[in-house]
Nanobody, 122 residues
Framework: QVQLVESGGGLVQAGDSLRLSCVGS????????VGWFRQAPGKGREFVGV????????YYADSVKGRFTISRDNAKSTVYLQMNSLKPEDTAVYYC???????????????WGQGTQVTVSS
């Protein structure tokens, strides 16, 4: 069993940066790949990026590539999503999720956090 808790969301202006954190609990958390997804109002959940358990493989959605970076500190059981040059269209609830596979589909993820709201004003 793995529990995930996100934090770090908030209201920022376009062009600002924000860092989200995802703290995992459970003795096997560091063996999981951790992905980030987001869901804007009225839309489905969208893949943002994923980082493998060892940190050697990372993939991003084209919409955030070059602006967002995922890192992980296994000693702290924490995965970060650094978001730079934020745009109003980045406004969404952001979720972290854990999977045995490095996937881009939400169906591949077994454990989910509760989400944290990110709002970017223009």
């Amino acid at each position: 069993q793995v529990q995930l808790v996100e934090s770090g969301g908030g209201l920022v202006q376009a062009g600002d940066s924000l860092r989200l954190s995802c703290v995992g609990s459970g003795r096997t958390f560091n063996n999981y790949a951790v992905g980030w997804f987001r869901q804007a109002p009225g839309k489905g959940r969208e893949f943002v990026g994923v980082r493998g358990w060892s940190g050697d493989r990372t993939y991003y959605a084209d919409s955030v590539k070059g602006r967002f970076t995922i890192s992980r500190d296994n000693a702290k059981s924490t995965v970060y999503l650094q978001m730079n040059s934020l745009k109003p269209e980045d406004t969404a609830v952001y979720y972290c999720a854990a999977s045995w596979r490095i996937g881009t589909s939400e169906d591949e993820y077994r454990y989910w956090g509760q989400g944290t709201q990110v709002t970017v004003s223009s």
